[in-house]
């Protein structure tokens, strides 16, 4: 029961606040806000972070990481969110890339962990398809062996970052036999192939970062396979548990929070602030008390894994948990706006309509409604919990 | 005692349904919304055609003279079709505020127009730091000869942006919170002195902030005596909130609906997910919430002009505000990623309910109304 930092710890802590104080954060922000400029604001920060040797903190060193431990993992996150400094993108440097350094060959890792390091590369993922979402292991898209290729030939669809990619790694099928799961492979895919075709999908809250995947006779080298062939599903599962870590985002919650609660300082009714407002105050603890809680479960989940139990099924308390707060402060943000929290604040009008962070709130409410059920839907991760942690 | 509909209203009722079922599908609605008023003038014209225009209008105005429950049964219709049209600013505000107020002449000369649908018109009450308070008011009518002269900006007017005519709350008197000293003027929207910025809201909806800059406006401009606007506001603010409670229940009941149907038909791990016993508890928790906030819309209805009226209205909108948030959430909760697209019709529900919880007070304003009334401070 001790959480003080060492001195060392304390040196880093110095050294990262240092480095975030220094980095270009409010120019990067502003193009990653705007549609035209997100990928290039996007790709420079992440190329900042890489020449710093700070892009991939928990990769092991061999492979090009930091080989941070868990703690300095959480001083980092904890320093990055404090100078609202954005995250990286999870798709290669969280999810592909672990996968290819643990269970690529060497070619493999040579050829793709680099340009993954150097943000060169833009990778989106492959899972979900139209029938085949929380029961993932009935996905469909095939991949045929022709020769030293296979063809590919289905659809993904949710696939987010899509328009931007230049790879995909996805979960096709390559047998139909036995349990669902035994017949998936882990395939990579150069976006650029003849075939693939992407089609965008509009969300609710007016903005482009969905898509679907065709897959048209697609032809993919046989060297593009991770691992054995109808084993991706194992390479697969072991990677969604430290998605779900990542979507408890419990760093950024609190730097929410505490938006929220100077924007309260602000907002008026009636001449008093709404800080003071006792519905107000009420759901804010709420809230608080939720996150506090959930600092220090993340906390309690970073040291089993320092002494080498990796995420597990408490993951999913993590997710759980970590998405309802957040919902739970897009609530309340928007509710804070009032009258305004229905605005669009777009093209039609470029003058001042009259409030701060409305038209965010509303877009942050919509697509947070997504955190619920993407990296597997809350539901399934309780049916997960109740299977896996309580044993029923 | 009974909660049967009158042959009357069920006419409406089916008029309304059969409307939306031949006329006014999702992509017309799409369409309409699209428009750079929000809404489709070819659509307000059948509206009058239909009648629609006139129910809460009185009969000395010309109207229908339609009580509470006439307007819920239309609305909750509405509610159901996701029909886009600025029939709260333009009748039930703008409308329902020259009929209880204007002069005889100014009254006709407005509303038959307004019923033949070829006005529009819109309330201009809010203000930029107004929040849910509707006497917060700082805009200035200044007495000046025979008139006065308006000086201030409103915000967030709905239907602003297509209004011919504005009512105007304005300050004739009093300081920024009183209730006394506000005065309401019928103006034409398209004076000199009259500044608009019009944006969309998420239901696609366009409102306008309006500035006015040394407006003259004359005495007979005004609507009921001057400083006595409040209770003109009050009184047609109670029967808009129960209309948009009752449009807001139209569309729970929708997301409802939609949300059991959608769940029968998706399939996952080999069966439909209305199979999982954690989803039907979920979508009888929708069930219940439309059910308990269609008592509550009755029992406001059957209130009007009792000493229950009130509490039952404030009780309403917290209801609706809070149970339509989780019929909202949960509809799209259940649709899983289909929920997140803008291409089907859920989200689209969601945000209307959005946009009528931020009108008149939302959940936690009416909550902490309605605590006022029965502990009061
Ligand atoms: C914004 C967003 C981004 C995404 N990005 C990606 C991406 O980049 N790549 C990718 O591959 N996928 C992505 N996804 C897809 C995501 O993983 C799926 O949406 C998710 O797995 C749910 O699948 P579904 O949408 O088909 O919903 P369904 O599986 O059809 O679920 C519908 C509802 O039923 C519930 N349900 C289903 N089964 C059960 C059960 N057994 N018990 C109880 N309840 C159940 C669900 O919880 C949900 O509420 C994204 C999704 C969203 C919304």
Known sequence: MDISFSDEEVAFRDQVRDFFKQAPVAEVTALIAQPDTYKEGTVRWQKHLFAQGWIAPTWPIEHGGAGWTPTQMHIFETERVAASAPDVLPFGLKMVGPVIYTYGTEQQKQRFLPRILASDDWWCQGYSEPGAGSDLASLKTRAELDGDHYVVNGSKTWTTGAHHADWIFCLVRTSTEGRPQQGISFLLIDMTSPGVTVRPIPTINGEHSLNEVFFDNVRVPVENRIGDENKGWTYAKSLLAHERTVIARVADSKRRLEKLRQYALKETEGGQVMAQDPVFRSRFSDIEAELMALEYTGLRVLAAQASGQGPGAESSLLKIKGTEVQQAIHELTIDLAGPYGGIINDSLTSGDIGHEFGDQARKDYMYGRATTIYGGSNEIQKNITAKHVLGL | ?377
């Open chain 2, 1 to 377: 005692m009974h909660f049967n509909l009158s042959e009357e209203q069920a006419m409406l009722q089916a008029s309304t349904a059969r409307f939306i079922d031949q006329q006014y599908s999702f992509e017309v609605r799409e369409k309409d919304v699209r428009l750079p008023e929000g809404f489709n003038r070819d659509t307000w014209a059948t509206f009058a055609e239909l009648g629609w225009l006139s129910v809460p209008i009185s009969e000395a105005g010309g109207g229908f003279g339609g009580n509470a429950a006439d307007t819920m049964v239309l609305m909750e219709e509405l509610g159901k079709g996701l029909v886009a049209s600025p029939y709260i600013p333009t009748v039930m505000l703008f409308g329902s505020l020259v009929d209880i107020g204007a002069p005889e002449a100014l009254k006709h000369s407005l509303l038959e127009p307004l019923i033949a649908g070829q006005l529009q018109g819109a309330f201009a009450y809010q203000e930029r730091q107004s929040r849910y308070n509707l006497a917060d008011i700082k805009t200035a009518a200044t007495r000046e000869g025979e008139g006065y002269v308006l000086n201030g900006e409103k915000a967030l007017v709905m239907n602003g942006a297509a209004a011919d005519r504005l009512v105007v709350a304005a300050r004739t008197s009093g300081e920024q919170f009183d209730t006394a000293g506000i005065s309401l003027f019928v103006i034409d929207a398209n004076a000199t002195g009259v500044h608009k910025t019009a944006y969309r809201l998420m239901d696609g909806q366009l409102a306008a902030n309006i500035r006015f800059e040394n407006l003259s406006v004359t005495s007979d401009q005004l609507l009921g005596d001057e400083g006595d606007g409040y209770s003109l506001i009050e009184k047609v603010v109670n029967s808009t909130v129960l209309a948009l409670c009752a449009e807001a229940l139209g569309i729970m009941n929708k997301l409802t609906d939609i949300t059991q149907e959608y769940t029968k038909a998706r399939k996952q791990f080999g069966a439909p997910i209305s199979s999982f016993q954690v989803l039907q508890h979920r979508m009888v928790d929708m069930f219940m919430a439309c059910e308990q906030s269609r008592s509550l819309l009755y029992r406001t209805v059957c209130s009007v002009g009792t000493s229950d009226a009130d509490r039952s209205l404030h009780a309403l909108k917290y209801m609706i505000g809070r149970n339509g948030r989780m019929v909202g959430n949960e509809a799209i909760q259940l649709h899983g990623g289909m929920g997140i697209t803008d291409e089907l019709e859920v989200g689209h529900y969601v945000k209307r309910l959005m946009v009528i919880n931020t009108l008149f007070g939302d959940a936690d304003h009416h909550q902490q109304k309605l605590a006022q009334i029965s502990l009061p401070t």
